[in-house]
């Protein structure tokens, strides 16, 4: 089959690599329908993490269930599924803690160490699902084209950005500002307004995403940055700042921006993958009583909350992709969201 | 009067002051009936935070009222009252938000720069409360002796405590951790039990307090700190760790022994003030989720909620007091302290 590998700084190539195969009994082959590219792949591609040699990458998918193992009992061949972008068993105490990034059996895409890995990525034709009864959801029925690109969110932005929201307490009445206008902070402002946030500043500069945060239900546009943004927030919320900001970029300077943005007493709820930026400021956290809350989101346990809404079409976060390419076509997807061309690519095999 | 005064590092002295006068129609004079050295009056004792010149020292005290300015409303003089380790009108935005630390009008005791603050600390005979209907509580009737050590506490200590439990999530069924086992962490026990905790490990090596961190509640005592002491926490609560980690001291070994122990997703309540200690890992935080709140308590919002429990003696926080002095013994109080021969020192003027 063939599948994309990143060889060094941008340079990715889809190549011909081997069939996936079962490998135990609780694995599952699924065919992808579509996959993308994530803002996280950026950081290899761009070299700010080092690639020792070529290796599978990619890792948010949904396709149809092709084979399952022996010890499989939750999926049928056909099935269509949702994979969040890692593995888990969705039984072991911290999956019931609702922490599934952390299961004590699960892993990751694109390396094979265990049974709870997967040397595949979504970006291929095929994926080998470790753990496939914890690890993937059913979706009900065939869904239609349309419905792809917001399903395909659920393995990873859309339920990222609602870990923001959640992680930051966004809750019925709460003012937010989100600081990120990718993938991630645009279905963070989505999330928010799904909440019942009552005032959603996007802090953006780019037109597009401007306009598609104001449909997520952004109230608000704030394109200043740093010390400028921070203050007009705090203009804007009575001199204080809102009750929650949402760090959905990961440098040093947009983790700042949020601190200083929220109100004593309000808290950061963060996502962004902190890209080797400072240690948080313990002595403004402690005067100011702001808390942070966040990390690698546990997506799979989000998927059954928020798949209803995107059945029914309540919720459409699958609007964060501006572009579709064929598989074949991976490195210009990565070069195109690398030159933020586009937000999102959603990719086809 | 007298009153405690810092000259330098160990040099605390108890000198005759000028006697406080009411400067603005919102002050309050108040007689001290008791006060206390703080765990972070070390600090400046120790010289790790320098003393340029003389100042007042203390920020805890209970007393009785005996001038009111003319813009006060809800004080007589008489009442018997409770002043928080701050000022604050709570009126303002954050206030209301529950965050009078972070009062847009309030300030400290031991510095005289604005109607928000106030020269006069709580180790002297009397004090000069700025902003007194927002900054005293009064406590009905006449309490007994008995009960000033308690009530005390609700000045600082105890509504310490309480913020740790609150900033880190605690409630019915919480498995919990605190680090620290002076003034504060006991008193972290004794909220982590009121609050419905249903396991509470208090980390402590010393006997006295260990017997009192289970008269308050603790259900365990780990006297391991640092890698070995994460080792037990994990060991204890199934290899993954309690939900909460309460940090009640405030250095860099103690903050990473709470982050490493709390299970993934789990919650560091945390109250030490940082004393110089490094930035928290947020790479760390992001793996786990787990998250990091608390600060400066806002005790004077909790006075109203620990009281009663403390007037009809189901919560008996005052027992943290090991040692009672005459005013003009604070030097020895500060000894006692800071050698670890008491663990709360209360004064008497």
């Known amino acids: 089959m063939r599948a994309?590998?990143?060889?060094?700084?941008?340079?990715?190539?889809?190549?011909?690599?081997?069939?996936?195969?079962l490998r135990y009994g609780t694995d599952a082959i699924v065919r992808v329908v579509a996959a993308c590219v994530c803002g996280s792949d950026l950081w290899p591609y761009r070299g700010v993490q080092r690639t020792d040699s070529p290796h599978r990458i990619g890792h948010e998918l949904v396709g149809v269930v092709e084979e399952i193992g022996t010890e499989v009992s939750g999926l049928s061949v056909g099935d269509f599924v949702i994979a969040p972008f890692y593995v888990c068993d969705s039984t072991c105490l911290n999956c019931r803690n609702g922490v599934s990034t952390s299961c004590l059996n699960g892993g990751w895409w694109g390396s094979e160490d265990g049974p709870g890995s997967s040397l595949d990525g979504g970006q291929g034709e095929r994926v080998r699902v470790p753990l496939a009864d914890g690890t993937l959801v059913v979706v009900p029925g065939t869904p239609s084209d349309e419905l792809v690109p917001h399903l395909l969110t659920l393995s990873d932005v859309m339920g990222t950005g609602h870990h923001a929201a959640v992680s930051g307490g966004v809750r019925a009445g709460s003012t937010v500002a989100v600081v990120g206008d990718g993938a991630v902070g645009l279905c963070a402002v989505l999330a928010s307004q799904r909440l019942g946030a009552s005032r959603i500043v996007a802090m953006s500069r780019h037109e597009a995403r401007q306009a598609?945060?104001?449909?997520?239900?952004?109230?608000?546009v704030v394109p200043e940055r740093g010390d400028e943004g921070v203050a007009r927030l705090k203009d804007m919320f009575s001199g204080i700042g809102p009750d929650v900001v949402l760090e959905c970029v990961g440098t040093k300077e947009s983790m700042d921006q949020a601190l200083r943005s929220a109100r004593p007493g309000g808290q950061v709820g963060f996502v962004g993958v902190p890209s080797g930026g400072p240690e948080l400021p313990v002595r403004t956290m402690f005067g100011t009583n702001v808390g942070v809350r966040g990390g690698v989101a546990p997506v799979r346990g989000y998927i059954e909350e928020l798949l209803p809404e995107v059945l029914d079409?309540?919720?459409?976060?699958?609007?964060?992709f501006d572009l579709t390419l064929p598989l074949d076509q991976a490195a210009e997807a990565y070069a195109a969201m690398d030159e933020r061309r586009a937000t999102k690519v959603l990719l086809r095999p």
């Open 4 to 21: 994309t590998v990143i060889h060094g700084e941008r340079d990715i190539r889809v190549e011909e690599v081997p069939d996936p195969v």
């Open 212 to 220: 598609l945060a104001r449909s997520f239900g952004a109230t608000d």
């Open 313 to 320: 079409g309540r919720l459409q976060p699958g609007r964060v």
